[in-house]
């Protein structure tokens, strides 16, 4: 197929969608001033219900937390798959001697360039760490504190050098979180089947409104997403910084 | 107005299909297929909208003051993180395309021939 066929295919199919779409968007309800009435209701309900005051965590881990044990599992998918991948062409042997291109020296990282990175670095996964605690309280939760948490250890990286980095990060531990993380949070779905619950049945006390220990097993579920998120990025970042590696290091 | 949010999701993934289809490059289509994602994003979070409402997070205002829908809000986190998890994924595809055939450009890379 030709470039140019190519884009006009583009064009007539984009033009058809574009009506369609229009279509739709002349009887979309009116923006911003129409019910929506399962929101609503956990805006009202949850409070009281589940003592908690972060509605996104509710829906999250409680309301629909079964879709979330399914995007947890996608999660987990994707980065299996990501390092299946890249493990698969060099190996699993996993060295943390950094790459040597003949004729061009690897210069030490400037003396600023690691204050900053030492002063922010630790920092940045307290306050990760401090986003996944409050997760049933204030904005947060596991998904975005383990996301920001991962990215404290890239600043590590640039700061200490990849044979620094890898002295700190290392890959069997990551393995173990990710998948724990994952197997946490389908055991808290399953064990309140074993006490006559339901599937993901709240179960545990659920403490006081605006609290930090607030939503019983929200708590629970809420800190093994953060495991396996951090877990999950840092692996990715570890693989991809693997790649980097000169074929001649494989011990094939 | 009430149309314009709308209007900003369909741009967005016509914008990303086009960028896919005219792609030159595995890293550039990764991108595009990111931005045609974020379509959805502008469309949940638009639906979950309301004019006059706070975030659903009842820490500073009592339960009971207007709020924002938190379901959609709360399928856009995870969409965000997900989607991130499955770029590098894409991305670890196209650094094996890379090792195999030594080039990124789809139009260069004919997936039958041997």
Known sequence: MTHRLRLAG??????ILACALFRIALSMPQFGRHP???GQAINRLAPAQRHVSNMVS???FDYRGFDTLGEEFMLVGAVSGAAILLRGFRGEQPTARPVQIPGRPVPPPSDAVMLIARLIGPLMMLFGLDVVLHATVTPGGGFQGGAVIASGTLLLWIGEGYRGWRSIVRTWWLDVVEGGGALGFALSGLIPLCFGGGFMENMLPYGKFRDMLSGGLMQIENASVALAVAAGFVLLFLEFLEETRAPEDDQQ | MTLLPWLVAGWLLFVGCYGVVTSRHYVHLIGCLSVMQSSTYVLLLAIGFRWGAGPPIFYTHPPGTPAVDPVV??????????GATVTALLLALALQAHKKTGTLDPEAMRPMQR
């Open chain 1, 10 to 15: 583009l064009v007539v199919s984009l033009a």
């Open chain 1, 36 to 38: 929506f009435p399962y």
């Open chain 1, 58 to 60: 509710a829906v999250t």
């Open chain 2, 73 to 82: 809000q709360a399928l856009v986190l995870t969409d965000i993180v997900v």
